[in-house]
């Protein structure tokens, strides 16, 4: 059983940054295609950004592509999000996910965490 830790979230004001870290417990030395999600008050949950197990390729939701960036520790099964230039809109419960395959990009992963707060106040 694979367990994944998010941590990072926290408040700031629009136009700072945040960066997230996500990492895969019981993992068992696998490869893991990673990703991250997120979910607003009221919202249902929405795809961010995701990396294969060998850094490229990498997918982004258009609303953060050139503000976010996905980086990952494949040594380590830890996956990254650094997110600038925050807006409030980017307010949302974040969650990152996995699946032992090499990339799924917007698609289902068989693990997740169980999410870190981002609050962007305006």
């Known amino acids: 059983q694979v367990h994944m830790v998010e941590s990072g979230g926290g408040l700031v004001q629009a136009g700072g940054s945040l960066k997230l870290s996500c990492e895969a417990f019981g993992s068992a030395g696998g490869r893991f295609g990673m990703a991250w999600f997120r979910q607003a008050p009221g919202k249902e949950r929405e795809f961010v950004a995701a990396?294969?197990?060998?850094?490229?390729?990498?997918e982004y939701a258009d609303a953060v592509k050139g503000r976010f960036t996905i980086s990952r520790d494949v040594d380590k099964n830890t996956v990254y999000l650094e997110m600038n230039s925050l807006k409030p809109e980017d307010t949302a419960v974040y969650f990152c996910?996995?699946?032992?395959?090499?990339?799924?990009?917007?698609?289902?992963?068989?693990?997740g965490g169980q999410g870190t707060q981002v609050t962007v106040s305006s």
């Open positions: 990396m294969s197990w060998s850094h490229y390729p990498t």
């Open positions: 996910a996995a699946d032992q395959v090499f990339f799924l990009g917007n698609r289902h992963y068989t693990y």
